[in-house]
């Protein structure tokens, strides 16, 4: 429906717990839902990356997210109920910081309960690239960002400096 202003880094909002969504036969929801995926779909246009988002992120507190890895996906009221032991290492980016990268420790598989837009409670096993990403946007919801998960203070560095040491890493190797 909309493009919305994705707020950024240092916006309170992005700080607040959201509410749950308790109507699901409405209108209203079905627009935040696509004005989610219109926004995430702009930003991927203009910047060239992304994968989802989270209603805080365009000032709606509700426990609402889009997803969009092939399949898009809105998850209402996402809670994780089950976490693997393994971990991954990765550098995570955000629409709401997208010059920062911040390097965080991830669960590698994780178990989500959610609602879809007709209310029916689902069940998602998640892996990988996916886990980290649903992992990402639940942290959302609840008024975490990525900087509040890095490693150290040694491990948030702007997208263009670790695009620069990636390439002489490069070459280094070749």
């Not at 219109?38 to 426990?63: E, H, N, V």
Request: include cysteine; charged fraction near 30%.
């Amino acid at each position: 429906m909309a493009v919305r202003d994705i707020l950024q880094l240092g916006n309170p909002v992005l700080r607040s717990t959201c509410v749950p969504v308790r109507s699901f036969d409405n209108g209203g929801l079905q627009e935040l839902v696509e004005d989610l995926r219109d926004t995430l779909l702009d930003f991927r246009a203009r910047r060239g990356f992304g994968r989802g988002i989270a209603a805080p992120q365009i000032g709606i507190l509700q426990r609402a997210i889009f997803v969009d890895v092939g399949e898009p996906m809105a998850l209402l009221n996402p809670v994780i109920v089950g976490r693997s032991r393994k971990h991954i290492l990765l550098w995570d980016d955000c629409f709401s910081f997208p010059d920062l990268m911040v390097k965080l420790k991830r669960h590698l598989t994780i178990e989500v309960r959610y609602r879809n837009l007709q209310g029916k409670l689902q069940t998602l096993k998640a892996a990988g690239g996916l886990s980290e990403l649903l992992q990402h946007e639940i942290d959302h919801i609840n008024g975490i960002l990525a900087v509040d998960r890095a490693i150290d203070s040694k491990h948030i560095i702007y997208r263009s400096e670790l695009e620069k040491l990636e390439r002489r890493t490069e070459k280094v190797m070749l």
